[in-house]
């Protein structure tokens, strides 16, 4: 009788979907947001999680804040948010701390 094994554990099933879940929202990164009506850019950048800043920057136009200078173009030109996934793009992904600030 021949042995039956197989590698299909189930560590090994939960770790491929672990790997898979990553987001690049969930990492320190410069990025770029881009208004939705007239395709002007904010660049900035952000050690902590990307999800966290830009819920700063939602926040900052839904209450009508400063504080967020994309937010206040949105606001002055009357225009919408739009969704994170629509107006974000990734310049460069990198490690917490000072290394953002030398790309």
Not at 35 to 41: L, S, Y
Request: aromatic fraction near 12%; proline fraction near 3%; hydrophobic fraction near 30%.
């Amino acid at each position: 009788m021949i042995p039956c094994t197989t590698n299909n554990t189930l560590g090994r099933l939960l770790e491929v979907q672990k790997t898979q879940k990553s987001d690049k929202f969930d990492k320190s990164w410069v990025y770029q947001l881009t208004c939705p009506k007239f395709q002007k850019k904010y660049v900035g950048q952000t050690s902590r999680q990307f999800h966290v800043r830009f819920r700063e920057h939602y926040r900052d136009y839904k209450y009508a804040s400063n504080e967020s200078k994309f937010a206040q173009h949105v606001i002055e030109e009357g225009h919408s948010f739009g969704p994170m996934g629509d107006i974000t793009d990734t310049l460069h992904i990198a490690k917490k701390g000072r290394i953002l600030d030398v790309v």
